[in-house]
């Protein structure tokens, strides 16, 4: 029997178990260099490999709504024009599992930055050890196995070093500097960029997120419902998707245990693989533009309905990405 639980949200993260944080700047970020051979990770993702990961075959998507202000995650398909810079984040788990996340181009000097989640660049191994994911490779524009804006691999990351958890991620952003593709271009250069700020008010809106879901999130309460009772469609995560609402407060993305919300929230039924999507205002449909304000960071369920939550980027996260930013022209 479904138990009805009255706000109460189970918080789950969208790709896997977060927080590991080895070496950190002295000025309070965490880096990390991907020295792995660019050649080795563009060998290694197969074209038959990017139709593959996570893929359940033929999923069914959902009517579009006719007001795409408000969606609860539809299938981005004829909405829009296509947002700038977003695109599927592919990697290799410690434990050898090809999975992925999502990631988008923000506005650099170098237009080779990166913003996504934290948690979606290190999971369990087989020991259940944390440790760090590998082969990186990023597709702006992915769409059922292909990458028609060039293929990028990842040179290194750089996050705030605080601690977080999966109860409560308070600052999930992390910033990615991409390598050039095999034409030498740069992928904002390619992609296009979307504007970033770090000051947007929690409840400015309205909003929308963008992400290459896996499944839905129909999960997180208890007991757990029959797969999709919600009436969720089935991602394949070959497909972008979207959610968006002209709502302008905070909602459903408690800290553990509490009734305080910490971060922004809205009705949404997209689960694993939209980790490090965009939350962004402003977003223009027609030029397929706006601002990043925040990234996907869990899926909570409360009432009976699935929401999406969305780590705020502030001071922490506007020195990373001012970091990453100016050191990327020496790189």
């Not at 910033?175 to 740069?186: I, K, T, V």
């Not at 000051?199 to 999960?219: C, E, K, L």
């Not at 309460?221 to 979207?242: D, H, K, T, V």
């Amino acid at each position: 029997m479904l138990v009805k639980l009255q706000q109460i949200s189970r918080a789950v993260s969208l790709a896997g178990i977060c927080c590991y944080a080895p070496g950190v700047l002295a000025a309070g970020l965490l880096e990390r260099i991907y020295d792995e051979p660019p050649e080795a990770v563009l060998a290694y993702w197969t074209d038959e490999k990017l139709l593959t990961v996570n893929d359940k075959g033929d999923a069914p998507l959902k009517p579009p709504v006719p007001d795409p202000l408000n969606s609860d995650g539809d299938a981005w398909e004829g909405t829009g024009a296509w947002p700038a810079g977003v695109g599927r984040l592919f990697f290799v788990r410690p434990d050898g599992q090809d999975s992925s996340c999502t990631a988008t181009v923000v506005e650099s000097a170098s237009k080779d930055v990166l913003v996504t989640a934290r948690h979606c660049m290190h999971a369990l191994n087989a020991q259940g050890v944390q440790g760090w994911n590998s082969h990186l490779l990023f597709l702006p524009a992915f769409r059922d196995g292909t990458g028609p804006q060039g293929r990028y691999t990842i040179r290194r990351l750089v996050a705030p070093a605080v601690p977080t958890n999966a109860l409560e991620p308070l600052r999930d952003g992390a910033f990615l500097q991409a390598r050039a593709n095999s034409d030498g271009a740069r992928v904002g250069d390619v992609a296009g960029q979307q504007a970033i700020r770090f000051d947007a008010s929690p409840t400015a809106g309205p909003r929308i997120s963008f992400g290459y879901p896996v499944w839905s999130n129909s999960y997180g309460i208890l007991p757990p419902p029959p797969p999709y009772e919600f009436g969720n469609p089935e991602y394949s995560g070959q497909r972008l998707a979207y959610c968006s609402t002209q709502r302008t407060v905070l909602n459903g993305c408690k800290a553990f245990g509490t009734d305080v919300d910490i971060q922004w929230g809205m009705p949404c039924v997209q689960g694993p693989g939209s980790s490090g999507g965009p939350a962004m205002i402003d977003f223009d449909f027609d030029s397929g533009h706006g601002t990043v304000v925040g990234t996907i960071d869990m899926g909570v369920v409360v009432d009976e309905r699935a929401n999406l939550c969305a780590s705020t980027l502030d001071d922490a996260g506007r020195e990373a990405f001012e970091y990453i930013s100016r050191t990327s022209l020496a790189h």
